[in-house]
């Protein structure tokens, strides 16, 4: 079946540090991806997507690229603020269709001032 | 704009009793899901609903039953609660089931002792 592997956390990065979070899956055909962010004491929010391979989705300075020939989705951002402390899902979606979104099992990020 | 709300924030439960959560959404929107959330396992769809008067069943649908007799308000119930039922739940609604963005409430802890 479908599944998402992203990297074990916590991570703590300082500000200003360089943020890679990986995340790679197992599916058949060709999956949208997503990565979904959650501040804490909130529910999850879409961060960014991607639904054909090579594209890259992008929002507050975050990016993500599909790279079929990897089964790859890697999120990074060039410089992390305090305010990025949350904790991250990646996530496909085979058909594109949410109800068979399956995600990851989540990455604590924390930036310290 | 409230998006999606749910009701309660926090909820204890002893084993054997019943209980319904509460999901609104004030977006119009067609689709709504019902998520639990465990350490280290993402999230997992419990139910759906592709409309009002429809509901179906997701990955892991033992042991709750769900109701949308309106559009905006999507039910979760728990007929006889068990330990393994302890969870943060997520509701969350979408305007298509086609790489539509969700948007999810704020959750709800629940704790069956």
């Known amino acids: 079946g479908d599944s998402v592997t992203q990297m074990e956390g916590p991570v703590t990065l300082s500000e200003e540090a360089f943020l890679t979070i990986n995340c790679t899956y197992t599916?058949?055909?060709?999956?949208?991806l997503f990565w979904y962010v959650q501040y804490p004491g909130e529910g999850l929010q879409l961060l960014l997507k991607a639904t054909k391979a090579d594209d890259k989705g992008s929002n507050k300075g975050f990016e993500a690229t599909y790279r079929k020939e990897t089964t790859s989705f890697h999120l990074e951002k060039g410089s992390v603020q305090v305010s990025d402390s949350a904790v991250y899902f990646c996530?496909?979606?085979?058909?594109?269709?949410?109800?068979?979104?399956?995600f990851g099992s989540g990455t604590q990020l924390t930036v310290l001032p | 704009n409230a998006g999606v709300t749910q009701t309660p924030k926090f909820r204890v439960l002893k084993t054997g009793q019943s209980m319904t959560l509460l999901c609104a959404q004030d977006?119009?929107?067609?689709?709504m899901y019902w998520y639990r959330q465990d350490p280290g396992m993402g999230l997992r769809l419990i139910h759906y609903s592709v409309g009002e008067g429809t509901t179906a069943k997701g990955e892991v649908p033992d042991g709750y039953n769900v109701s949308r007799l309106k559009k905006q308000n999507f039910l979760l119930g728990l007929e006889s609660a068990a330990p393994s039922q302890t969870s943060v739940y997520f509701c969350?609604?979408?305007?298509?089931?086609?790489?539509?963005?969700?948007?999810f409430g704020n959750g709800t802890r629940l704790t069956v002792t």
């Open positions: 996530a496909l979606s085979r058909s594109g269709s949410a109800r068979q979104l399956t």
């Open positions: 969350a609604s979408s305007y298509s089931g086609l790489n539509s963005p969700l948007h």
């Open positions: 977006m119009n929107h067609e689709y």
């Open positions: 599916a058949t055909g060709y999956p949208s």
